[in-house]
């Protein structure tokens, strides 16, 4: 059975995961902070996404650039004639809604009914419309699919205007020197106005690829859905580097590797599917989503874009300095294509927390816990000390300070056993080792395991290595 989203909204900030922004001032749209255990699960993600792209490639190295950037970039890269969704108000509830994102639901609603075609001819139309910009058409097929307002009801639209979702502010100390500058709303372009500089610098061949993890802003008109659409929000995004005419290979193996990953990750085949795009973007020649059947339905986690030269010719042409390579093996210069993953840190971590998300009925007993894959989980082991006198607190520190060097390691003495248990399975601790008297004698503890609840007895000279084969990925 699906859990709910809001049982999972609820489930997060009652045990430290997520909270809404600035929450005693009843939050802000859109903005949300990670708790204690939050913060953990997504730096583990982002560790993951790092260490697979950077590690496991030797062709793929990283790099760290700005929020802020020149502001012609956003032109070179189209964002400011272009970065802009549909946007329609409804004259009764006065609400604004994203043009495109009515008509996904309502194409989400049919498939549901299991009308498949309807909603693929649905989204294609769509597709058609918004590819030709034909805003007026768009408003049509929205009145002709009888969409209605989700608050009001009624179907009394306004017209369909772009929206721009950059945010932007002002640099300079006084008001007459001031000029307007972006929050960027994606870190892609800090790699490829950095393209020649990691290129030269870290001696890198054509293919290669380029990895950067950073926060994006982007002024989004529909904001709900919990950390699934954030107005401040991380990307972990990666450009290939590709020749001319190989990008359909690369295309290829990247969303294949980057399908695997996920799936290593612990999400089953049924959840988790590919969808190529109805309406490719002005750069691109190929696209595809990664998508995951979240409480709410298939949503894209990820995205694979196959964007051609265009962003290092758009800059080329801007900054008038030459983006070409020199590939020594055709004896040519030119400038490359790239191949694009792009997938939000957030959305991810919303991913990773529906999939664990488990409540389960057994032996008459309600459970609930989060079964995230060791190597994720905000915890690795909580040490438990069955009592708080004999010696045994001590004796559970002791295996604390041996295991807290290489895992997030929590010790809890307070209330029973049973409680402790049930306290670590809510934020998904996989093991929780028990300290008893036995332990005095033997040198041996109690795992208990979380997906199982079974218990085994193993000696705490084996603890440092079950951990770390369980946690590796
Ligand atoms: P959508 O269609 O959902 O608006 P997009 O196609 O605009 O997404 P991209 O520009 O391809 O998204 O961004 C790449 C990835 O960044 C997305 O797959 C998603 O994981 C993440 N992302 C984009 N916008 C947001 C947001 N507002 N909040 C959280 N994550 C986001």
Redesign the pocket.
Known sequence: EIAQLKDIIAHAKEYGFVYPSSEIYDGLQ?VYDYGAYGVELKNNLKRLWWETMTRLNDNVVGIDSSIFMHPTTWKASGHVDSFN?PMIDNKDSKKRYRA??LIEEKAARLEKEGKLEEAQQLLAAMGRLLEAEDLAGVRDLIINEEINCPISGTSNWTEVRQFN?MFSTQVGSVAEDSSTIYLR??TAQGIFVNFLNVQKTARMKVPFGIAQIGK?F?N?IV?RQF???????????MQFFVRPGSEMEWYQQWAEARVKWHKALGIPESKIRTHDHEKLAHYANA?M??EYDFPFGF?????I?SRTDFDLKQHQEFSKKKQQYFDPEVNQNYIPYVIET???????FLMTLCNAFVEEEKDGKSRTYLKFHPAIAPVKAAILPLTKKDGLPEKAKEIVDALKYDFNIIYEEAASIGKRYTRQDLIGTPFCIAVDHQTLEDNTVTIRHRDTTEQERVAISELHGKLGEACSF
């Open positions: 859109a969704d495109d994102v979702l709303p994606e994006a982007r989004e904001a950390i699934f659409r954030m107005r401040e929000f991380e990307q972990m995004e696209a989503d990664i949503k894209e986690v990820e995205g874009h792009s997938i939000g840190a957030d959305r991810l």
